[in-house]
C-alpha cells in the first residue's frame, strides 16, 4: 500500500476519535461555580452552588440553552485566597464557559487575574470589595450585590442616627472584605462628624480569645461597636462581650447575616444588627425561586441564595441574547438592558456593579434576621 494511502487512513482515523469528543464539547454549555462549599464559611458558598444547579437541572429538561445542555462544575475555594487561585486554575483548564463566584472577596480577588487571561466573565453574588469593580482592573467581574462603600455607609448612618452613638469603636478581621467595610464605616462615622471613632483595630481570624481587644473597647467607652468580617469571629465576639457584661450595640455586615452566626452565637445573637441585601421575599421571581428550592431540597434557602440565583439568571439572559458564549458578546448582554431576577430588575454598569440592588439594617429578633423598615 503507497504510503500517501496509509496516511490519509490514519487521519481519518484519528477524526473518527477527536470528532466524537468534540461534538459533545460544543453540545453542553459549562458553568463553573466557585465558593466554600466546606469549612466555617460553607453557609455563604452551598445556597448559591445549589441556586445553579437547581436552575440548571430546570433548563436542561426544558432542552437546554440555545439547544445546548448546561454543565455545572462545582470548585470549593473555602473562601481562602490561596485555594481560590487553583481553583481558579483548575476551572479554566475544564473549559468552562463562565464563572459564578467566587463569594468571598479576597478569595474573589485572587481568582480574578487569571479569568481575566481566559477571557472568562465572572459573576459573584457577594463579594463586596469596592476596588473589583471600580478599580477597572477587572473588566471581566460582575456582581449581583452592591458594594461595600454602599454598606459601610450604611452602617455608619444607622450607628449615628438611629442609635445615637457618639463613641464607635470598629473591629474587623484584617482581610479584604471585613477591613474594607470597616475602612468605609470609618470613613463615613469621621465624615458625618456626629460620632467619634475611638478604636479601630483588627482581630486575628480563628482565634479563641478576644478578650484583649474587648477590654480596650470598654477601656475607650464605646457605645457601639461596628465588626468587619465573618460570622465566626463575630460570634464569639459577642459571646465575650455578653459574658463581659458589655451592653452596646453591636453592628456587623453581610458576612453574619445568616445562619452559620444564628447557629454558632446562638442566645448572643439576640439583639446583634447587620447590614445586608435588601428583603426582595415579596417579589414575584423571588418567590417562585424559593418555592422551587423548597420543592427541591425540602428546607429554605441560606444567604445568597437570591444573589446566586440572580447571577446564574443574568448569565442564561446574556448567553441567549448574545447567541453564544463568546466574551465580546456576553459582555454586551450583560451591560445591555435590564433582566428579571430574583433580585428584582437588574443589569449592570460599565464597572460591573449591578443597577437595581440595595442595602438593609436586620435585627436579630427571636433568633431570626428582621428587616428594619
Do not use: W
Amino acid at each position: 500500500m503507497r504510503k500517501s494511502v496509509i496516511k490519509k487512513l490514519v487521519m481519518v482515523a484519528l477524526l473518527s476519535l477527536v470528532v466524537p469528543v468534540s461534538g459533545f464539547a460544543a453540545d453542553t454549555i459549562k458553568i463553573g461555580v466557585a465558593g466554600p462549599h466546606t469549612g466555617d464559611l460553607a453557609p455563604y458558598g452551598i445556597p448559591t452552588k445549589e441556586a445553579v444547579e437547581m436552575i440548571a437541572a430546570q433548563v436542561n429538561a426544558a432542552g437546554g440553552v440555545l439547544g445546548k445542555q448546561l454543565e455545572v462544575m462545582p470548585m470549593d475555594d473555602q473562601c481562602k485566597p490561596e485555594i481560590a487561585t487553583n481553583a481558579a486554575t483548575k476551572l479554566v483548564s475544564q473549559g468552562v464557559n463562565v464563572v459564578i463566584g467566587h463569594v468571598c472577596s479576597g478569595a474573589t480577588k485572587a481568582a480574578l487575574g487569571i479569568y481575566k487571561e481566559a477571557n472568562l466573565i465572572a459573576i459573584s453574588p457577594s463579594a463586596t470589595n469596592p476596588p473589583l469593580t471600580q478599580s477597572g482592573e477587572y473588566p471581566n467581574f460582575y456582581r449581583t450585590i452592591a458594594p461595600d462603600d454602599d454598606q459601610g455607609k450604611l452602617a455608619a448612618n444607622f450607628v449615628t442616627d438611629k442609635l445615637g452613638a457618639k463613641k464607635i469603636a470598629i473591629l474587623h478581621d484584617k482581610g479584604d472584605y471585613g477591613k474594607g467595610f470597616a475602612d468605609f464605616a470609618q470613613q463615613f462615622i469621621e465624615a458625618g462628624g456626629k460620632a467619634k471613632v475611638v478604636l479601630f483595630e483588627g482581630v486575628t481570624p480563628g482565634a479563641m480569645d478576644y478578650s484583649a481587644v474587648i477590654q480596650k473597647v470598654r477601656k475607650e467607652g464605646a457605645d457601639a461597636v461596628i465588626f468587619g468580617g465573618y460570622h465566626p469571629e463575630a460570634s464569639k465576639l459577642v459571646a465575650q462581650m455578653n459574658k463581659k457584661r458589655m451592653k452596646v450595640p453591636f453592628v456587623g455586615p453581610d458576612g453574619i447575616k445568616g445562619d452559620g452566626f444564628l447557629e454558632i452565637a446562638g442566645a448572643d445573637a439576640e439583639g446583634v444588627y447587620a447590614t445586608g441585601p435588601m428583603d426582595v421575599s415579596t417579589l414575584a421571581a423571588n418567590k417562585q425561586a424559593k418555592d422551587d428550592y423548597v420543592a427541591k431540597y425540602g428546607k429554605e434557602p441560606g444567604t445568597f441564595f437570591d444573589q446566586g440565583y440572580a447571577a446564574m439568571q443574568a448569565v442564561l439572559n446574556a448567553i441567549k441574547v448574545s447567541g453564544g458564549t463568546e466574551y465580546a458578546g456576553l459582555e454586551k448582554a450583560l451591560k445591555g438592558s435590564f433582566v428579571d431576577t430574583a433580585v428584582g430588575k437588574i443589569k449592570f454598569d460599565s464597572k460591573g456593579d449591578a443597577e437595581g440592588v440595595g442595602f438593609s439594617v436586620f435585627q436579630v429578633k427571636g433568633g431570626k434576621f428582621v428587616e428594619l423598615k
